[in-house]
């Protein structure tokens, strides 16, 4: 058990590029978060995964992030046409659908900045 | 809808105080749950504990303590004896049984402890 893994650490984009982010959650977890995280505030959930279906999705989230989950592995978020707003950290989190003890294990993050 | 609101932005302490982190939340739910994560510099969220609404007991692990107040709607969380490595940002958390987007963080306190 190695951890949810997020990759890139840090992205820098000139705005009106594309960047895509990719997370490897926990082996055999098969629920797959993605949260964004602005400095001083608490994250904030924009969309997760049962197996490889996207469930829910943030009102937060426009038309330019799309997320996938081909397989119900791993899970790449991406952004279109980024924006200086969109400067922020993107977490990763997975966890195991156990009922009463589910609990989310959260990856080191994605430190995006739009110049 | 959910919410947490952490009051203490930051907080100072000197090493070996006792120091407790409050945490109040909304929540129209009979049943839900609640959780202290602690984010560190590298940014990981590590997760410190789950209670259930229904589960009014305190907890104490270690030097960690938890005190839920169904009756106030508070779920504080006091460190004992602080320490330098206990510096970072906590944060408290709430979700209902759905998870999903109704997994909700608070803004987190900054806690910094001094040598």
């Known amino acids: 058990d190695t951890g949810v893994s997020q990759n890139p650490r840090h992205k820098i984009t000139k705005r009106g590029q594309n960047v895509t982010f990719r997370c490897d959650p926990i082996s055999e977890h098969n629920r797959l978060y993605w949260y964004r995280q602005t400095l001083g505030q608490g994250p904030e959930f924009l969309t997760y995964?049962?197996?490889?279906?996207?469930?829910?999705k943030s009102r937060l989230l426009s038309d330019r992030f799309s997320a996938e989950r081909p397989k119900g592995s791993f899970s790449t978020l991406e952004i279109q046409r980024t924006e200086q707003g969109d400067s922020a950290m993107y977490l990763c989190?997975?966890?195991?659908?156990?009922?009463?003890?589910?609990?989310?294990?959260f990856g080191s993050g994605t430190q995006l900045s739009v110049l | 809808a959910q919410k947490v609101t952490q009051a203490q932005t930051e907080i100072s302490v000197v090493e070996k105080e006792d120091v407790t982190l409050d945490c109040v939340y909304e929540t129209r739910d009979t049943t839900y749950y609640l959780f202290w994560y602690k984010q560190p510099p590298s940014g990981e969220l590590v997760f410190l504990i789950r209670r259930n609404s229904f589960d009014e007991q305190n907890e104490i692990s270690g030097r960690y303590s938890w005190n839920f107040q169904k009756s106030t709607s508070s779920f504080n969380f006091t460190i004992t004896a602080s320490q330098v490595v206990d510096s970072a940002v906590y944060f408290c958390a709430l979700s209902d049984v759905n998870y999903g987007q109704n997994f909700v963080f608070g803004p987190g306190t900054r806690l910094s402890v001094l040598p």
């Open positions: 989190a997975s966890s195991h659908l156990t009922g009463m003890n589910e609990k989310l294990f």
């Open positions: 995964f049962q197996n490889e279906a996207q469930l829910e």
